[in-house]
């Protein structure tokens, strides 16, 4: 079975379920979705080690840094103008 037809399959389902059913999907849809943003997190955290230098966009441009800590799921970074960012590991490039 392809692709298309498997979504087309699981659309008729849902348009089966009953309201406690569809909150139970939604729980797992979103719990799914965290597993796979935190994996895709984890992996580009690993990218970085503490005292790389970095950069990364602002609504005010581009900041460069070094950073400081890995946390859970930011970086800090500490901006060479002196502040401190917490930056998710997506965002940052090598500098």
């Given at each position: 079975?392809?692709k ?6 699981v ?7 009953g ?5 139970s999907?939604n729980?797992l ?7 796979i ?7 580009h ?5 503490i005292g790389d230098?970095?950069?990364?966009r602002t609504h005010?441009?581009?900041?460069t ?14 901006t060479?103008d ?10 940052l490039?090598?500098?």
């Amino acid at each position: 079975m392809d692709k298309l037809a498997d979504r087309t399959a699981v659309m008729a389902l849902i348009k089966r379920l009953g309201e406690n059913d569809l909150i139970s999907l939604n729980k797992l849809i979103v719990e799914r979705l965290k597993l796979i943003a935190q994996a895709k997190s984890t992996q580009h955290m690993a990218r970085f080690n503490i005292g790389d230098r970095v950069g990364f966009r602002t609504h005010d441009g581009k900041k460069t840094g070094i950073v400081t800590r890995l946390n859970k799921k930011t970086v800090s970074i500490k901006t060479d103008d002196g502040a401190d960012w917490n930056v998710s590991p997506v965002h940052l490039t090598a500098e």
